[in-house]
C-alpha cells in the first residue's frame, strides 16, 4: 500500500460565474520515501490538489468528489478538527509558493517556528520547542544564533530554508513544497533542492514537487505527473515521462523546454494557451490544441490507461494502439 | 561588422538615503548597479546579458537606450553619443532604440485597446497619417504573428493571453522600425509552452529586419538558444564574455562555472554537477574589495583577488574573461 493514495480527486471553485473545474479526476499515489513531482502550466491545479490535501482551500474551494488516503487514513471523511490536530503539519506539511512573502514580517522567525511546533505538538514548553527549532536551523544549514532575527534580515535563500525547517518541525510523513525554485536565482535554487533531496533522505519522508519546472522536477523527483487543465494527462516514472513522453501535451512540453547541453535549436510552442476551466473544452481538454486531435477526442473525455508498470496516459491514441 | 551599440566604462551609481546620522558624517553611499562596464553590440547580433538577480543587468539596458542618465562612461549608437545628445534632440533617437519589457501584464494600458497602444509611438513621433498608419499598424500584427489583424485591432489587453500580450508589446516595440530593441526578460512571466511563439518572433525580426537586440535573461539555458554572443554580469562588472557556445562548453570564470553547473537539465538521467558555490550575491552598496566575487569563488588564489580588481582581458577570439587567473601577471 502506498503511503499516499489519491483517487479520483475532484475539486471545484465556486464563484460568481459559475463552478471553476480546477481539479477534476485526479488520480495518483506517493510511495514511502519517493519524490513526485507534479508539473503543468499555471492554472491547471497543481496548488490546488495541494490546498485540496491539506483542506486548506481559500472560501468557495471545495473538494466535491474523491479520496485522499494517507497512512490508511481517509482525510476526504475526517473532520475539521481531526485534520487540525491529527493530519496538518503532523503528516502532511507545505512549503508555500513564495517563501519570502509566506513568514509574519512582525514576528522573529525563530518565533514562528516555535509557534508552529507548540500548535501541532501538544505540551511542549517553549524552551524546549525553541532548542528544538536550533536543531532544525542545523540541519538546514542556517547559524541557530539567527533564531531571533526577523524575516527581512534574512535573505530569499535563508527564508526558503527556514520555510523548510517550519514544514519538517512536526517529522511529517509527506512534505509538499509548491514551486520551491521560482523567485530564487539558479545558484541558491540549486542549493535548496540539494537541501531538499538530501533532507528526504535522511528523514525517510515522502516529497511532491510543484512546479512548472520541468528540469527541476526531472532533478530530483523518481516520479513525474504532468497536469494539463485540472486533469491528469500523464503519470509515470520520471525517466519513462522524459525519455518516452507518450501524451501529446507531455511531448510538447518537453520541447518547448530548452536544455542548456543540447545543440542549439529553435524552440517548438504548443499553438494556443491554456483554456477557461470555468467552461472547459469537451472530451479531451487539451484537444483545441492537439495536432493529433480526432473525433472522439472532442466527445469521450480519455480515461488513464497504462501502457506499462506505473505508466499510465490519458489520451484517445493510446487506446486506439491499443486495438492496433 | 559594424557596431549598433558600444558602452564604454558605463557606470550607474543610485545614491543611497541616508538617515539623519550617517548624513552628518557626510559619507554618501552609493548602490553600484552599474560599476565600469564596456562592451559592444554588432549590427543583427542577439547580444545576451545574464546574471542572478541584482547584478545590474536591467539597469545597463535602461542605460543604453538612455531611459535613465549614466554616472560615467559613454553610449554610441552608431558612432554617436547619445549620453551628450540635449534631450530635445534625444527624440529622434528613442524611435530608433525600443524596450520590450519583462511583464506584459503591467506594460500594457488597460484602457487602450490594441490598436491604441500601437498607434501611440506614430503620433507621438507625428507620423499621424491616417491611411499611413493603420497599414503600420496591420503589417507590424502580422510581423508578430497575431493574425487576422483585424480580429485583435479592437481588443483590451484584458482579452489577451500572456503570449498575445507580450507580442503586442513586441509589436509596439516595432512600430517605429526600430534598430535596436531591449528585450528584458521578455518570457519570464509566460508559461513554457507558449514561450517559444515569443521567441520565434525575436529570430525572425533579426533575420527580417536586422533589428539588434539586447536579450537580458537569467536563463542561460534559453540564452544558448536566442543568444549569439553573451555577457555574464556579476555585482554590476562583466566577469565573462563570449560566444555563446563557447560560454557553456567552456566557462572559464569560475562564477561562470557555478552559474552553468547550477542551471538543471530537464533529463533525469544526466546528474548536474555539484560544484555549487556557497552563499548569496553580496549586497552591491558595500561590494568586496578586488575581485567583488572572491567571498563566494571555490578558486581564491590569495591576496590578489582580495586586493586588485581583475580587468576583463582577452583569453581568445572573442572570449573575456575579469579573473586573476587569467592575469597577464601569473
Redesign the interface.
Known amino acids: 500500500m502506498a503511503l499516499l493514495e489519491v483517487k479520483d480527486l475532484t475539486t471545484y471553485y465556486s464563484t460568481l460565474r459559475g463552478y471553476v473545474r480546477a481539479v477534476e479526476g485526479v488520480t495518483f499515489s506517493v510511495e514511502k520515501g519517493e519524490a513526485l513531482g507534479l508539473a503543468g502550466?499555471?492554472g491547471c491545479g497543481k496548488t490546488t490538489i495541494a490546498l485540496s490535501l491539506l483542506r486548506i482551500l481559500p472560501s468557495g474551494g471545495k473538494v466535491v468528489g474523491g479520496d485522499i488516503i494517507l497512512d490508511n487514513v481517509n482525510i476526504n471523511k475526517l473532520s475539521e478538527d481531526d485534520v487540525r490536530n491529527k493530519i496538518r503539519w503532523k503528516k502532511i506539511s507545505l512549503i508555500f509558493q513564495g517563501a519570502m512573502n509566506a513568514m509574519n514580517p512582525v514576528y522573529p522567525v525563530g518565533e514562528q517556528i516555535v509557534e508552529a511546533i507548540r500548535i501541532h505538538e501538544r505540551g511542549v514548553s517553549k524552551k524546549k520547542a525553541r532548542e528544538q527549532v536550533g536543531k532544525l536551523f542545523e540541519l538546514v544549514g542556517i547559524e541557530p544564533s539567527r533564531m531571533s532575527n526577523y524575516p527581512f534580515e534574512f535573505?530569499?535563500?535563508m527564508r526558503q530554508r527556514a520555510m523548510i525547517a517550519m514544514a519538517v518541525a512536526c517529522n511529517p510523513l509527506l512534505v509538499i513544497a509548491d514551486e520551491p525554485g521560482t523567485a530564487l536565482?539558479?545558484?541558491?535554487?540549486?542549493?535548496v533542492?540539494?537541501l531538499l533531496k538530501e533532507l528526504k533522505q535522511r528523514l525517510d519522508m515522502s516529497l511532491i514537487i510543484i512546479s512548472?519546472?520541468?528540469?527541476?522536477i526531472?532533478?530530483i523527483?523518481e516520479k513525474t505527473a504532468i497536469m494539463y487543465a485540472g486533469q491528469l494527462a500523464e503519470v509515470g516514472d520520471?525517466?519513462a515521462i522524459?525519455?518516452n513522453p507518450l501524451h501529446p501535451y507531455t511531448q510538447?512540453?518537453?520541447s518547448?523546454?530548452?536544455?542548456?547541453?543540447s545543440k542549439?535549436?529553435?524552440?517548438?510552442?504548443?499553438p494556443g494557451?491554456?483554456p477557461d476551466l470555468l467552461n472547459p473544452p469537451s472530451g479531451c481538454r487539451f484537444h483545441p490544441r492537439c495536432k493529433y486531435a480526432m473525433d472522439i477526442c472532442k466527445k469521450e473525455r480519455p480515461q488513464l490507461l497504462t501502457v506499462e508498470k506505473g505508466h499510465v496516459v490519458a489520451c484517445h491514441l493510446m487506446e486506439k494502439s491499443e486495438v492496433m | 561588422m559594424e557596431e549598433v551599440i558600444k558602452a564604454t566604462n558605463l557606470k550607474k551609481w543610485f545614491p543611497l538615503r541616508a538617515g539623519f546620522f550617517s548624513s552628518l558624517l557626510k559619507k554618501e553611499l552609493y548602490v553600484k548597479a552599474v560599476d565600469d562596464i564596456s562592451f559592444n553590440i554588432k549590427k543583427g547580433e542577439i547580444f545576451g546579458l545574464a546574471g542572478?538577480?541584482g547584478s545590474g543587468k536591467t539597469t545597463t539596458g535602461r542605460l543604453l537606450i538612455r531611459l535613465i542618465e549614466p554616472s560615467g562612461g559613454k553610449v554610441f549608437f552608431n558612432g554617436d553619443d547619445i549620453t551628450k545628445i540635449s534631450e530635445s534632440k534625444f527624440k529622434a533617437y528613442r524611435k530608433r532604440l525600443q524596450i520590450i519589457f519583462q511583464d506584459p501584464y503591467e506594460s500594457l494600458n488597460p484602457r487602450m485597446t490594441v490598436n491604441d497602444i500601437l498607434t501611440e509611438p506614430l503620433q507621438i513621433h507625428g507620423m499621424a497619417d491616417q491611411r499611413e498608419m493603420s497599414k503600420r499598424v496591420n503589417k507590424v500584427l502580422e510581423d508578430v504573428k497575431l493574425t487576422p489583424p483585424d480580429e485583435f485591432l479592437f481588443r483590451f489587453p484584458h482579452e489577451l493571453?500572456?503570449?498575445?500580450r507580450q507580442r503586442v508589446a513586441t509589436a509596439r516595440a516595432l512600430m517605429l522600425s526600430p534598430e535596436f530593441i531591449v528585450a528584458d526578460e521578455p518570457v519570464s512571466m509566460l508559461?513554457?509552452?507558449?514561450?517559444?511563439?515569443v521567441?520565434?518572433i525575436i529570430?525572425e525580426l533579426r533575420d527580417k529586419y536586422k533589428v539588434t537586440f539586447l536579450f537580458i535573461t537569467?536563463?542561460?539555458?534559453?540564452a544558448?538558444?536566442i543568444c549569439d554572443r553573451i555577457a555574464i554580469m556579476y555585482l554590476g562588472r562583466i566577469a565573462e564574455m563570449s560566444d555563446v557556445?563557447e560560454l557553456?562548453k567552456e566557462p572559464l570564470h569560475p562564477y561562470t562555472k557555478?552559474?552553468?553547473?547550477?542551471?538543471?537539465?530537464?533529463?533525469?538521467?544526466?546528474?548536474?554537477s555539484?560544484t555549487?558555490?556557497?552563499g548569496?550575491?553580496p549586497s552591491p552598496v558595500n561590494p568586496p574589495s578586488g575581485c567583488r566575487f572572491h567571498t563566494r569563488c571555490p578558486a581564491y588564489i590569495g591576496d590578489i583577488c582580495r586586493k586588485k580588481e581583475p580587468e576583463l582581458i582577452a583569453v581568445g577570439k572573442n572570449h573575456f574573461v575579469a579573473c586573476h587567473l587569467f592575469g597577464s601577471e601569473k
Open positions: 502550466e499555471s535573505s530569499g535563500g536565482d539558479v545558484i541558491v535554487q540549486a542549493q533542492l540539494k512548472h519546472d520541468l528540469s527541476l526531472a532533478d523527483c520520471s525517466v522524459f525519455k510538447g512540453l518537453i518547448a523546454f530548452p536544455s542548456i547541453r542549439r535549436t529553435r524552440m517548438i510552442s504548443i494557451s491554456p | 542572478e538577480s493571453s500572456g503570449g498575445q508559461d513554457v509552452s507558449i514561450r517559444a511563439e521567441l520565434n529570430l537569467h536563463d542561460l539555458a534559453l544558448r538558444h557556445d557553456v557555478a552559474l552553468i553547473a547550477a542551471v538543471p537539465v530537464p533529463d533525469p538521467t544526466e546528474k548536474r555539484e555549487v558555490i556557497k548569496e550575491i
